[in-house]
């Protein structure tokens, strides 16, 4: 049993480690939570705060996970041009964008109110 759940381990590490390296969303995402993390000691933002960006980065790099499986495995579907894989792909991208925003969105709320006080 535990021998089972070390191989799951394992592959979802494969698949993360595919994902970082492979993607460039993903190290996009990587990129921007790392500067979220960095804003965040500079304009010393309270602990809740620092929770909801905690938050906010494993929920889009979940989000974005999601999204790259979607893609692969329409791939492995067709190669083809196809009206139904594009909006399969489109979709699961766009649940990607609504995530950013909002998550853009939070930032904007926490980071704002700490850059204006500096003038």
């Known amino acids: 049993m535990i021998k089972k759940h ?28 790392g500067l979220a993390i960095v804003g965040g000691m500079v304009f010393k933002i309270s602990y809740d705060q620092y929770l ?20 692969n495995t329409t791939d492995a579907i ?7 894989i594009k909006l399969a792909k489109d979709v699961a991208a766009g649940a990607m964008l609504i995530y950013a925003i909002g998550a853009f969105a939070v930032a904007c709320l926490i980071f704002i109110p700490k850059i204006i006080n500096l003038f």
Not at 52 to 71: C, Q
Not at 78 to 84: C, E, G, L, S
């Open 6 to 33: 070390t191989v799951s381990f394992i592959n979802a590490f494969k698949g993360l480690k595919w994902a970082l390296s492979t993607q460039p969303n993903y190290r996009i995402h990587i990129f921007l939570s």
């Open 78 to 84: 067709d190669t083809k041009w196809r009206d139904d």
């Open 52 to 71: 909801l960006i905690a938050a906010l980065i494993f929920i889009g790099l979940t989000v974005e996970t999601i999204n790259t499986a979607i893609e």
